[in-house]
C-alpha cells in the first residue's frame, strides 16, 4: 500500500537554482495538491489540481509551477529557489469523495535553500 | 472566503484526563470540517470529519468532535488522554461549493504522565 509517496525526503539548495519534487499516488484519485508547512502559519495551498490537465493556484503559488498530465503524478517546479522557500512541503490527494473527501499526505520533503 | 482558527498553540494535559482542542470556522455556505494528526516527522492523518447530520462526530483512536452551527466551532475531544496522544493536530474546513481545505495554524497537544 504505497499511497502518496514524494521525492526527495530531503534537499539543499543554493538561491536560484532549480529543482522538482515529485508526487505520485496510486489510488486513482483525481485530486491533488501541495502544501507548504511552516512554523505557526500551518499548511498553505500552493496549487492544485482536480484532474489530469487541470490545475489551478492556492493561496502562495509565487515562484512555483505544477503540471498535471497523468492522473497518478503531480510534480511540483521551483523555478529559481530562494531562501523564503525553505520549508516542509506535502502533497495530498483525494478521491471519489470529491469536496467531503478526507486527504491522504505523503511523508513530507524537507527543502533547505541556502 | 474560507478560514480556520486554532486559538491555542499548545494544550496540556495529565494522562487520564478528557482533553479538548479548540477549533472555530468561517465559510460562507455549508462547511465540511476535518480534523488531522501529525506526528513528528510524518505526514498528517485524517482523524474525523463533519460533513452533515448528528452533530457529534466519533473518529478515530478514540477522539470525537462536536460541531456547533451556532458558534461555528468544531471542538476536538477525548475523554480519556493518552501519552501517545501527544502530537500536533489540524482542523481544516472547506466551503460546500469550494474545491479547497484550508487548514488552521495546528495545536500541540502535550500528555503528560
Known amino acids: 500500500n504505497a499511497g502518496v509517496t514524494q521525492t526527495p525526503k530531503f534537499q539543499v539548495l543554493k538561491t536560484g537554482q532549480s529543482m522538482t519534487l515529485q508526487c505520485a499516488q496510486d489510488?486513482?484519485?483525481?485530486?491533488m495538491s501541495w502544501y507548504r508547512q511552516d512554523p505557526g502559519m500551518g499548511l498553505r495551498l500552493i496549487h492544485y489540481?482536480?484532474?489530469?490537465?487541470?490545475?489551478d493556484q492556492g493561496e502562495v503559488p509565487n515562484g512555483y509551477n505544477v503540471s498535471r498530465s497523468t492522473t497518478e503524478d503531480f510534480p511540483l517546479r521551483l523555478l529559481s529557489a530562494a531562501p523564503s522557500q525553505t520549508s516542509v512541503y506535502f502533497c495530498?490527494?483525494?478521491?471519489?469523495?470529491?469536496?467531503?473527501?478526507?486527504?491522504?499526505f505523503g511523508e513530507g520533503s524537507r527543502l533547505t535553500v541556502l | 472566503a474560507q478560514s480556520v482558527a486554532q486559538p491555542e498553540d499548545q494544550v496540556n494535559v495529565a494522562e487520564g484526563n478528557p482533553l479538548t482542542v479548540k477549533c472555530t470556522y468561517s465559510?460562507?455556505?455549508?462547511?465540511?470540517l476535518f480534523w488531522y494528526v501529525q506526528y513528528p516527522n510524518r505526514g498528517l492523518q485524517f482523524l474525523l470529519k463533519?460533513?452533515?447530520?448528528?452533530?457529534l462526530v466519533k473518529g478515530s483512536y478514540g477522539f470525537e468532535a462536536e460541531f456547533n452551527k451556532s458558534q461555528t466551532s468544531f471542538h476536538l475531544k477525548k475523554p480519556s488522554a493518552l501519552v501517545s496522544d501527544s502530537a500536533l493536530y489540524f482542523c481544516?474546513?472547506?466551503?460546500?461549493?469550494?474545491?479547497?481545505?484550508?487548514f488552521g495554524t495546528g495545536t500541540r497537544l502535550q500528555v503528560t504522565l
Open positions: 495530498a490527494s483525494t478521491g471519489t469523495g470529491g469536496n467531503t473527501g478526507e486527504l491522504f
Open positions: 489510488m486513482n484519485h483525481e485530486y
Open positions: 489540481s482536480v484532474g489530469a490537465g487541470i490545475t
Open positions: 465559510v460562507s455556505g455549508n462547511p465540511y
Open positions: 463533519y460533513i452533515t447530520g448528528d452533530n
Open positions: 481544516a474546513v472547506r466551503d460546500s461549493a469550494a474545491s479547497k481545505l484550508t
